[in-house]
């Protein structure tokens, strides 16, 4: 018997379904025109390197404010108000200095503190050097604001850490109107600006390097500034008080066991605390201050930190006739009682009682000097608010402001931490000389310094923006 069993059939295989492959084209994105955001001016700025770029932003800036200063062949050629008024004054007390008449308006008078001695100073080494030349000024403001325009750069990557922000930023100042113009003025609003952006830079790297030198430097740098315009006055303590309350609150909200979550820092070890470094740079500030002070005391017997037109302004920017408006002269304003009380009284008497006269203003007239305050602050940033048609310029300045504030306040949203610790410095002095410029007869050209400052934090808010949108687009 055969046991062996035939074998079995082969398993026929499952039949296999023909898969068939699909191929899905992608949606077509829905185009959208576009748009000169932040994020594709930076993609543009940024398309070469970053030296190479800012190079020629900085040959922009040269060649607009080169251009203006050739549009403007007669330097008296500027607003009738600083014609008649401030620049006069400087060229006087600079050509009196080279001439060994002495820091006065004439042979025959007193010495004067009407104008702090920076700015009269700048004049009289340019004209030692060049000779009696109002176009070796203007051309040397020119090149000084290009510096200020490669500063804001430098202040930008110092603040934010972004070099095609700095750009930005840098781009801005080269092409804002106020700065080109401002240098082909005899006026202190250039050299001040670039005293008080590279003071403002040292002050931030003396914090961010923990340096006492640095400290010292932006100090003095502030009281070059004070010298210049005595917009800077007062600002190192501002500082002084602005760190010593942010030390607090950070103290006590560790002592809460909640830093962490407001992003506070302590200090631990080594290094340079806060308020000491500020206590070492309010030190410097009045060190650079003291020689004009104590110049002041012996030559014309008062204590005046500043100039002796700060009663006059402060009178004449709280009088509710005029509602504190610029352009009408102190001497106008003068009831027939001050003005008897000022005849042959000394410049610096003259001062004390004027501003004596401010301040019982303010003390008799409360809720009007607050609502007038009020009204100053579309004046001081906007150029409007007096009481009469403004002009398409100051409808464009306003409009520009306007814009710059909103992208800073858009950008500051998203600040890193050390970010805003450094930001302390810009937006204290942002804010501190604005509220000290509000108190006088205010004018636009006093914040045009300030702007430098804000533009870091503009730039960060049109590159935000920008990017933002092109997020949006991607996902629709």
């Known amino acids: 018997m055969n046991l062996e069993r035939d074998p079995a059939p082969p398993t026929p295989e499952p039949e296999r379904s023909e898969r068939r492959v699909v191929r899905i084209e992608p949606k077509q994105r829905r185009s959208y025109p576009t748009l000169p955001t932040g994020d594709m001016v930076i993609r543009v700025m940024t398309g070469g390197s970053v030296k190479a770029r800012l190079f020629i932003i900085l040959l922009v800036a040269a060649a607009l404010r080169i251009a203006a200063t050739i549009a403007i062949s007669n330097p008296h050629e500027v607003p009738r108000t600083l014609a008649e008024s401030d620049a006069p004054t400087y060229y006087v007390l600079a050509e009196h200095l080279i001439d060994g008449t002495g820091y006065r308006?004439?042979?025959?008078?007193?010495?004067?503190?009407?104008?702090?001695?920076?700015?009269?100073?700048?004049?009289?080494?340019?004209?030692?050097?060049f000779g009696k030349s109002f176009s070796a000024v203007r051309v040397l403001q020119c090149a000084l604001d290009v510096v200020t325009t490669y500063l804001v750069f430098a202040f930008t990557v110092v603040l934010l850490g972004s070099r095609p922000v700095g750009l930005l930023a840098a781009l801005v100042y080269a092409i804002y109107p106020p700065a080109i113009m401002s240098s082909t003025y005899i006026m202190t609003e250039t050299l001040y600006t670039f005293l008080l952006v590279l003071s403002i830079i040292a002050t931030c790297y003396a914090f961010k390097l923990r340096s006492y030198t640095l400290c010292a430097a932006s100090g003095i740098g502030l009281g070059l500034s004070t010298l210049t315009r005595p917009g800077a006055f007062l600002l190192p303590f501002a500082f002084l008080a602005v760190g010593l309350v942010r030390k607090l609150a950070a103290a006590a909200t560790y002592e809460r066991g909640v830093g962490r979550v407001l992003g506070a820092k302590r200090e631990r070890g080594r290094g340079m605390g806060a308020p000491v470094g500020l206590v070492i740079l309010c030190l410097a500030f009045a060190a650079m201050m003291l020689p004009w002070v104590l110049r002041n005391e012996r030559a014309l017997g008062g204590f005046i930190p500043t100039s002796t037109l700060m009663g006059a302004n402060l009178y004449k920017g709280n009088d509710l006739a005029t509602r504190g408006a610029y352009f009408w002269s102190t001497d106008s304003l003068l009831t027939p009682d001050l003005r008897a009380r000022l005849a042959g009284a000394s410049e610096a008497k003259q001062d004390r009682i004027l501003s004596a006269e401010a301040r019982r203003l303010i003390l008799a007239h409360g809720k009007d000097i607050f609502l007038l305050t009020l009204q100053k602050i579309p004046r001081l940033w906007l150029n409007l608010g007096y009481g009469r048609a403004p002009s398409k310029k100051s409808w464009a300045l306003a409009a520009t402001h306007v814009m710059l504030i909103a992208f800073a306040l858009y950008g500051a949203i998203w600040l890193p931490p050390e970010a805003r610790a450094l930001g302390i410095f810009p937006v204290t002095t942002i804010v501190f000389s604005s509220l000290m410029y509000l108190t006088v007869a205010s004018e636009v050209r006093f914040v045009f310094p300030l702007i430098p400052l804000l533009l870091p934090y503009s730039a960060r808010g049109v590159a935000s923006m920008g990017r933002a949108m092109l997020a949006s687009r991607t996902t629709i």
Do not use: K, M, V, W
């Open 105 to 129: 308006y004439a042979a025959d008078q007193p010495p004067t503190a009407r104008r702090t001695p920076g700015y009269p100073l700048f004049l009289a080494s340019i004209f030692q050097i």
